[in-house]
């Protein structure tokens, strides 16, 4: 009985949460999610429209502009966990061997990611301006110049190094954290064993470091999917060149706020649903994937 | 206590936010009639107050959001509230009528603002309803598309302004020859595009005979005329700055300002900009001519005054617009911020923008554009980007002008 009226009493306590919860995240959720279903005028609800709004984003002018956009972010995804993360795993590996240093190097590498992507992003436009930038003028004399942003081909490999240059301490400290956490019995058994640093490596490191991983996956996932602010720095919100860097953040922005049609509201709620509904099903899934490996 | 005390203060506070039902003056004998744009604030301030000496019992409160790509989401969440001004700057044609649709705006006619009637139809379209066809505001500005240029160094280089296409590709094969960038272009934000593109080839298609074709469906934008038109970027691409895609507005107006390029394609606008950025510059400005022979300057209506409905100074509010109608207030916005007014019969002071003006009156033509924004996405952006896949090699001038056809098929 005590026991009860203990833990009946414990729920108090949490209502302030719960009211500033749902007043500011499943409200304006479930607000988007309604509006997505009405035609609108400007900022004035006009009819029930249905799945309209949704229909409009399988039209053929959106879905062209839908698909490469999503395709867009599923690669920045690949980019990132290709070069970001497995740069953050070589030098959380490298750090965990320094004898000295170690804090002030975890500091510089983590740095960039306390700098806001947009002013990341003007920055490296001003490095690779082709008219200005200091990079282009050190590579020419070695006949390495680029067009970098300036082509759809490297547009977006550029952003994936951008991204990295920024956010690489962050799975370095992660994985920094793990690898703090992994026994030093493991490896020295091992060892004893008979067995290589590859092999200790491959065998007991990496095995060991596998929820960090997936931690780390999700969180790219998540930021690569959820992208706006750099891509918008970088390219503008068409996703210049030629929409080479468009993203779904960006077919949001331009949807909502610059498209001038009278229902942007509507496509654009519906696009917000969908988006919602894409990354949220898709981590869910990742995350069932990755933790059942782990 | 302490809450009643805050209650009647409350109360207190709300009657005296509360619409005054008489719309003369207020208790101190001074109406305040709130007014939102963007641009420099200080402009705003300037011009009003003429106003306010002429009318001692209003006083202007302007209010500039210089964040441009936020106004319109500031404007519409102020209209649909209660927090919005009594006039504001509205966007010019299809950024406009989601707050016409909204019913946000109150509808203009000469009864009330008797300037309007002699407003350049083509003027006060950009100003209307699509659907009604009503005014919905008072257009204050006429922008131009024209190429600027550096006189120091076309007469260090011995160039004159062209008068033919050849002596134009003449000219700038010298400029290049001396390490002279000759056009400052670049294609990186892409709604530069379009206007570079109009600024070439807008004689090439015949101005707003095509368009008018284009619109009545008679014709597509496929047509063999207006791909040369568009095509004419590709032409002078051995004459924008090296990997042309690349470079940013903002480093085509540098490379301009900094005399490391001689021309500089774009709008009336610019000239603020490089008279403040490049005070060293002379500039002057010309059309580039065609192959047939003389160009056409296009223009557009740039944006307008709106009134909003729910305005508590509604009389004072359109009797404010009568003025932003007249060309007192003509005259005072042109020599202020260096731009056409849009009320017409106003003769600029500044000699360059005189002579752009009379120009204009002989050779101009719609920015085709903003004529063909509609749609979601916008045929601008659709455009835009295949203009920028043009100029990188991946399409065809023809290709280019096919996708703006399919685009304009899903509304027009």
Redesign the interface.
């Known amino acids: 009985m005590a026991v009860g009226a203990r833990r009946g009493s414990s729920y108090v306590f949490l209502v302030p949460a719960f009211l500033l919860y749902t007043a500011f995240v499943v409200y304006p959720l479930f607000t988007g999610l309604t509006y997505s279903f009405f035609s609108w ?4 609800r006009a009819g029930f429209a249905g799945w309209d709004n949704y229909a ?1 984003l399988l039209s ?3 879905l062209d ?1 839908l698909l490469p956009a999503l395709g867009h972010n599923v690669l920045l995804f690949a980019g990132t966990m290709a070069v970001q993360n497995t740069l953050g795993l070589v030098f959380a590996l490298a750090l965990s061997r320094a004898r000295r240093g170690k804090r002030a190097l975890q500091t510089m590498f983590a740095l960039p990611y306390l700098v806001n992507p947009l002013v990341i992003g003007y920055l490296w ?1 001003l490095l690779l ?4 930038g200091p990079v282009n003028a050190l590579l020419k004399p070695l006949g390495l110049a680029m ?6 081909d490297t547009a977006l490999p550029t952003v994936v190094l951008i991204t990295t240059w920024q956010w690489v301490g962050f799975p370095m400290l992660l994985f920094s954290a793990a690898l703090g956490g992994i026994p030093q019995e493991y490896a020295e058994a091992a060892r004893t064993d008979g067995a290589g640093s590859w092999q200790v490596f491959r065998r007991i490191t990496l095995p060991l470091l596998k929820p960090a991983m997936a931690t780390v996956t999700i969180l790219s996932f998540i930021g690569s999917m959820g992208t706006f602010a750099l891509v918008y720095a970088l ?2 919100s ?1 996703g ?4 080479a860097t468009d993203v779904l953040g960006l077919l949001f922005y ?2 909502a ?8 509201m509507g ?1 654009s709620s519906a696009l917000a649903v969908f988006m919602f509904t894409f990354i949220f099903g898709s981590t869910l899934l990742l995350e069932r994937v990755l933790r059942r490996k782990a | 206590m302490r809450l009643a005390v805050a209650a009647v203060a409350l109360a207190a506070a709300v009657t005296a936010c509360a619409p005054s039902t008489t719309a003369s003056a207020g208790h101190q004998g001074k109406i305040t009639l709130s007014v939102w744009g963007w641009g420099p604030e200080a402009n705003f301030d300037k011009m009003f107050a003429e106003y306010e000496k002429l009318n001692p019992g209003v006083d202007v409160d302007a209010r500039s959001f210089t964040t441009s ?2 106004y ?2 500031i404007l ?2 102020g ?2 509230g209660d927090s919005g001004p009594d006039l504001a700057w509205l ?1 010019a044609g ?2 406009l ?8 705006l109150l509808p203009l006619d000469t009864k009330d603002v008797p300037g309007l009637a002699d407003f350049d139809e083509g003027v006060l379209r950009a100003a209307k309803g699509d659907k009604d066809g009503k005014v919905y505001g008072v257009p204050f500005a006429v922008q131009t598309l024209q190429v600027i240029y550096n006189k120091k160094i076309f007469a260090d280089n011995g160039i004159t302004p062209p008068k033919t296409y050849a002596e134009m590709l003449a000219s700038a094969d010298k400029l290049k020859a001396k390490g002279v960038i000759p056009f400052a272009f670049g ?4 709604w530069m595009l379009p206007i570079v593109a109009s600024i070439f080839g807008t004689a090439h298609w015949g101005g707003d005979e095509f368009l008018a074709d284009v619109k009545a469906k008679r014709k597509k934008f496929a047509d063999p005329r207006f791909v040369e038109g568009i095509d004419q970027l590709n032409k002078l691409k051995p004459y924008f ?3 042309v ?4 507005y903002t ?2 107006q ?2 301009f300002s900094s005399g490391k390029a001689a021309m500089f394609p774009g709008g009336l606008w610019e000239l603020n900009f490089f008279g403040e950025n490049a005070k060293d510059v002379e500039l002057g400005v010309f059309t580039p001519p065609t192959p047939e022979g003389q160009g056409l300057m296009p223009g557009f209506t740039d944006g307008s005054y709106g009134v909003n409905v729910k305005t508590r100074h509604k009389a004072e509010a359109l009797k404010f617009a009568a003025w932003l109608a007249s060309k007192d207030y003509g005259r005072l916005y042109t020599d202020t911020l260096r731009i056409f007014s849009a009320v017409p019969g106003v003769t600029p002071e500044d000699p360059l923008l005189a002579e752009v003006a009379t120009a204009f009156d002989q050779h101009g033509a719609t920015y085709f554009m903003n004529e063909f ?6 045929s601008a ?2 455009f ?2 295949a203009l ?2 043009m100029l ?1 090699g ?1 399409l065809t001038a023809k290709e280019a002008a096919e996708q703006l056809d ?2 304009v098929s ?1 509304w027009l």
């Open positions: 005028k400007g900022t004035l409009g053929g002018a959106f502009q436009t301006s082709p008219a200005f067009p970098w942003l300036g082509d759809p390219g503008g068409n210049a060149p030629a929409g331009r949807t706020f610059a498209s001038g049609d009278v229902n942007a496509t | 790509t936020e319109d989401t519409s969440t209209l649909a966007r299809p950024q009528q989601p707050l016409v649709e909204a019913g946000r294609g990186k934000d892409d700055p090296e990997n895609a690349g470079v940013s480093d085509a540098i490379l924004a509609y749609g979601n996405p916008s952006a659709v835009s980007k920028q896949e990188l991946r399919e685009s899903t």
